[in-house]
């Protein structure tokens, strides 16, 4: 019986430009992707028959965070077929005309409902991992087929890495990776529905533009001061609308010296760049002193990790 392990890593938007809603309920986008080292670990294993899954605690140290400070148990997403990883091996077997047995068990050290990514990455690993496992030969745009009917994400966390991605999310122009910058996660203790974000972006009375190529040139000279002033998220003023505590956590990040701070897709976590490894600790640890002195309860989780990429898979 086969057994196979893939890394689906989590991602940010370092920038997200939503556009007027679709009639059919999507929006055009155009974003800058990112793959950070944190990630869940999805393993498939071969079984007789049918298909199970087990969703489990990881731990992010493991599992590509250099440091995680955090109080609040994240929940986990469902064990069945609401998982987009089972709806991921389910889509492929149709696709491909095979029918096999197959356990998945997540390892899950990204933080759920929170603009990671993470149940994309799940399932885009589940789709390259099976490819693999039972020499299927699909594309990765064959893939990305796939995955898109699944999830606006899933196409990009195919590919991971740095990309421009337009369309509702199917259009990936690969752009060259910047180092691997640390980052700060912070992600506070509420969970944010993305469909209810999108839903109450359209109420507003304008669309919030964010200009993307500023971040593009900044990303191709490596220049991470210009990167931090190219961010920008149009989903940011919806969700801090729906929750004005989260304004706290962003202005905290920038008080501990994050350059640059922005709210990943539709949130809550915030995320701040930092030039090097040590500037990075520096940040990190006045954060952690700073949330220490926080008296309300619960308190954000914090996760220090690094922007990733692999250069062996392009689209
Ligand atoms: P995005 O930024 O792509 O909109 P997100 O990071 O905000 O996503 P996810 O963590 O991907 O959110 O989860 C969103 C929803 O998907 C939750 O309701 C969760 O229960 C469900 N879900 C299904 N499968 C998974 C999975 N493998 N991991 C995480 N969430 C999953």
New binding site residues.
Partial sequence: MGRLVET?H??I?LALDVGEGRPDGYHEIHSVMQSLELG?IVVLEERAAGVSLD?LPGDPVKQGALQFVGSEPE????SDC??????AAEHLMDAAGVRRGLNIT?R?A??????????????AAVLRGLNRLWNLGLTIQELAAIGEKI???IPF?LSEGTAEVSGIGEKIEAVPSPPPWPVILLKPPV????AA?YAAYDELPQRVAVDVSNLLTALSEQNIQAVAKGLGNSLEAVTLQRFPDLIRWEEMMENAGCLGVLM????P?FFGLARDLKEGTGVFMKLVDSIKQEQRRPLPNLYFTRLWSDRRVRL
């Fill in positions: 689906a989590a991602k938007n869940d969703c929940p986990m997403p469902p609401r998982n987009l990883a089972w709806q997540i899950k990204i933080p759920v409902s929170a603009g990671l990514g993470g149940g994309s990455a799940d399932a999830g606006a994400d966390c969970a944010v529905s993305t974000c990943s897709g539709s949130g976590t």
